[in-house]
């Protein structure tokens, strides 16, 4: 008889830090994507060709999304207070922004915002349980 012995797999605990960095990265990647795949969409180029950004507009883009771009670096770099509400207030406004921008895009649109809300409440919900440090410590 030959005995095997399985051997689980290492693991270790993840701190919240890095979780939410990793999830506002999931989020930015497929806001790039998303994005990108909306150019192929007919009419997209066209559109933005017949009727040119202005900086205005750009600008207003930018304001929209510099806080998702931030929070990976955000969600390490501040203190776990400040961050967690960060987390907990940019990932429910970031979902109702989606939300509201969802309806009449593609289904490829739909289907990334979908995986999109999913990170962003995660993330959510992972401040929102943020573990609480011993008083003693």
């Known amino acids: 008889m030959h005995a095997t012995t399985t051997r689980r ?7 919240v830090k ?5 999830l506002w990265t999931s989020v930015m990647v497929c806001y790039l994507y998303n994005d990108y795949f909306n150019l192929y969409v007919p009419g997209t180029l ?8 202005t900086q205005g507009m750009l600008l207003g883009y930018m ?3 510099i806080g998702a771009c931030l929070m990976p670096a955000l969600s390490l770099l501040l203190k776990p207070a400040p961050s967690r509400w960060l987390n907990i207030v940019l990932g429910l406004a970031y979902t109702a922004i989606l939300i509201l921008l969802m309806p009449g895009t ?18 959510a919900w992972q401040a929102w349980r943020w573990p609480r440090a011993d008083a003693a410590a």
Do not use: C, H, N
Request: net charge neutral; no cysteine.
């Open 63 to 65: 304001a929209m999304t």
């Open 106 to 123: 593609w289904l490829f649109y739909q289907a990334m915002s979908v995986v999109e809300i999913v990170l962003q409440l995660t993330a």
């Open 18 to 22: 890095l979780k939410l960095a990793g």
């Open 46 to 53: 066209k559109s933005m060709l017949d009727r040119p950004a």
């Open 9 to 15: 797999l290492e693991d270790f605990k993840v701190p």
